[in-house]
């Protein structure tokens, strides 16, 4: 069963940059697009970036311009550079692959934006 550990969140001021990282176990990273998702304090979880196995990326439009989705094959590793950020980008922050069926979800990691 894959395992996913989410980390880099934290609390930062309206403007400010994060980079979040998410570390999937196993051997079967590398053949699944991967996926950013949030969870704002009340809302359902939402979807932020996709990153296909040959990088090619697609973002909500909240994140356009703003977020960029990486990842590291070798690290079995998803990031999330988010730049200029606001307090609505304050939640919880999840990585999976991007299918019907996922693997069981992280922990997260919480993002909060606020002065």
């Known amino acids: 069963q894959v395992q996913l550990v989410e980390s880099g969140g934290g609390l930062v001021q309206p403007g400010g940059s994060l980079r979040l990282s998410c570390t999937a176990s196993g051997n079967t990273f590398t053949i699944y697009q991967m996926g950013w998702y949030r969870q704002a304090p009340g809302k359902q979880r939402e979807w932020v970036a996709t990153?296909?196995?040959?990088?090619?990326?697609t973002y909500a439009d909240s994140a356009k311009g703003r977020f960029t989705i990486s990842r590291d094959n070798g690290k079995n590793t998803l990031y999330l550079q988010m730049n200029s950020l606001k307090p609505e980008d304050t939640g919880v922050y999840y990585c999976?692959?991007?299918?019907?069926?996922?693997?069981?979800w992280g922990q997260g990691t919480q993002v909060t934006v606020s002065s």
């Open positions: 990153i296909s196995t040959a990088g090619s990326t």
């Open positions: 999976n692959k991007v299918s019907f069926v996922v693997w069981p």
